[in-house]
């Protein structure tokens, strides 16, 4: 109970985050659409710190080599390395800091799409802020989401982050040339995933040495096909 007004202050923080996640997914239903307009397939590539999706995004790019063009959007909250290394593979790059906040939003995201002008039939690639709650929350607006999680955190978080793993289209276990160096189970690891959202697709690969990667550009290439023209 509030002691100023006698109201529940739980009730407040309730309508507060319905407000907020509102008005987030209308400016995400607007981003939809001018994406679809364009059919311009876009990613939302979540983890936690240190997964590997800027290595990632990294291999994929030089992969596909052009074909479709990719366009990437980083978030961070503070610095411009991600951006810079992305940079390096010849594709454009916004990068966006969010300061104190721990992910991107809807606004954010339209901001980063009118600034990189993505063509037609293309793929943007969102790399969220390093985080395995908050992202989760937010619709960018996005075709489909990934979440990227490597053997090197532990085969338990399925379970300790549900909220990441039900919203997941694509489950990438990244860094399994570790495997043979740390304790992880990649059978319970799968199970976990399923039982949270049991049509999930779990691929594991190492973007380091390349190991799995063929089936991840291969997802990638699908799900462009469904969205860009002509087919890829």
Known sequence: MCATCGCSEETHTVVLEQDVLAK?????????????ARNV??????????????????????????APVISVIEGDQETRFDADRIRTTGCEVVQIN??????????????????????RDS???????????????????ESYRVVITSVTEGADKPRKYPHMFVVADLVLLNKVDLLPHVDFDVDRFVSDARMVRPDVTVLP??????TGVDAWL???RDKCARVCAPAV
């Open 41 to 66: 397939l876009a990613l939302n590539i979540m983890s936690s710190p240190g997964a590997g999706k800027t290595t990632l995004l990294e291999r994929t790019i030089r992969s596909l080599g052009g």
């Open 218 to 220: 291969d997802w990638l």
């Open 24 to 36: 987030n997914n209308h400016l995400a239903e607007h981003n939809r659409a001018w994406l679809a």
């Open 205 to 210: 690969l190492s973007a380091t040495v390349g």
């Open 98 to 119: 969010t300061g104190a906040g721990c992910h991107l939003d809807a606004s954010m995201v339209h901001n980063g799409l009118h600034e990189l002008d993505p063509p």
């Open 123 to 141: 793929i943007v690639l969102v790399e969220n802020v390093g985080n395995l709650v908050c992202p989760a929350l937010f619709d960018l607006g």
